[in-house]
């Protein structure tokens, strides 16, 4: 058996045989250098670690056993590895699904849980938050003068004029002090109660026309109807306007007129034969462009005679008043109530463009 003395161990030797150590040979106290070179237990500790590490790159490791979770963190103060909780440590988790862009949050107190929200960012920056939920400040819902915005509820001083494109609602009451805005309900009772007219309709006409029907109307509850016109004559030729309730072209109608003719002309007085098919409401000689002023007023509410009064001036153009006419009459039909009064020139296209109508009833 080949055998390795002393002086083979000091000056290098190189055997091809196997050998075998009743103890552990004991290497230099410096850790190997060369690739090839025997490493001892501290070199190994050292840089691989063991069952039991005690140090790591030769600072020393706590003996002291870590628990659950815990790792391996240096402590300056001691000059060793030793076992520390990190810092908020611990798992969070979630709900298995989201909603995109909803805002994150804590589920109870444990800061390991989190769940879905409402609210959500989107890529731009947007935040949305669902409809009947408010934001709030500090526990309090924001209001609208946090934002510069009218509240629906409160009292609220408001500056500046402010244009509605459609009408705003007042409450279903009356109001009661001076500065309320006054509703529409409110006007027609102040002026049914005072007795006032009340204006329906304004028709302007916008291109030459024959007639034009006031709709919707109710007569009983009416009363008496009143119609103030300018007519504006549309043809070269002598034109009556009549007025027939409820579009009523059967002969059920007695008209007599009083007037005055031009200057130095006596009054004269015509029976029925005139808008005998409707109510005389007034009258233009032959020139386009002449102009008849009317006033007209008829009682309205049915179980009684529809008697009426229109005044107006014949023509009237170049300052030159042809006929001054006060004409009076009735419709026969007592029984249906008006639901309508129709205007009509007895010469198509009669009423030319421009020319105004208005309808106002008296308010009881």
Not at 242 to 267: E, H, K
Request: charged share 15%; net charge negative.
């Amino acid at each position: 058996m080949s055998k390795i003395i002393t002086t083979d161990i000091i000056n290098e030797k190189t055997t091809s045989a196997g050998v075998t150590f009743g103890q552990f040979p004991i290497t230099p106290a410096a850790a190997p250098d060369a690739d090839y070179e025997v490493a001892n237990k501290k070199y190994v500790d050292d840089n691989i670690g063991g069952g039991d590490a005690t140090s790591i790159q030769g600072v020393d490791v706590s003996s002291t056993a870590p628990t659950n979770g815990q790792q391996l963190v240096y402590n300056s103060t001691s000059s060793q590895y030793e076992p520390s909780t990190p810092a908020g440590g611990g798992d969070v988790t979630g709900p298995s699904s989201s909603t995109d862009n909803a805002v994150v949050r804590f589920d109870s107190t444990s800061g390991k849980a989190i769940q879905n929200s409402t609210v959500a960012i989107d890529d731009n920056g947007a935040v949305n938050i669902p409809s009947g939920q408010s934001y709030k400040i500090n526990g309090t819902a924001l209001a609208a003068s946090d934002v510069g915005a009218v509240a629906t509820s409160g009292d609220e001083t408001v500056a500046g004029v402010k244009t509605f494109s459609s009408f705003p609602i007042s409450p279903s009451s009356a109001p009661t002090t001076d500065y309320q805005v006054a509703n529409k309900k409110y006007i027609d009772d102040t002026a049914a109660a005072r007795g006032m007219w009340t204006l329906v309709e304004r028709y302007e006409a916008p291109s030459d026309v024959t007639s034009y029907t006031f709709t919707g109307l109710d007569g009983n509850t009416a009363r008496r109807y009143l119609i103030v016109a300018n007519i504006i004559a549309g043809v070269t030729a002598d034109t009556v306007y009549m007025v027939r309730p409820n579009a009523d072209s059967g002969s059920n109608y007695n008209n007599q007129r009083l007037f005055v003719l031009d200057a130095g002309s006596p009054a004269g007085d015509n029976g029925g034969a005139v808008g005998s098919t409707g109510m005389c409401l007034g009258a233009n000689k032959t020139t386009v462009g002449n102009v008849s002023f009317v006033k007209f007023e008829m009682h309205a509410k049915s179980g009684l005679i529809r008697n009426y009064i229109s005044e107006y001036n014949h023509t009237y153009a170049a300052n030159d008043v042809g006929y001054l006419i006060t004409a009076r009459g009735f419709w026969t039909n007592t029984a249906d109530n008006i639901t309508s009064l129709q205007i009509l020139a007895d010469q198509a296209t009669g009423i030319k463009t421009g020319s105004i109508i208005e309808l106002w009833k008296l308010a009881q």
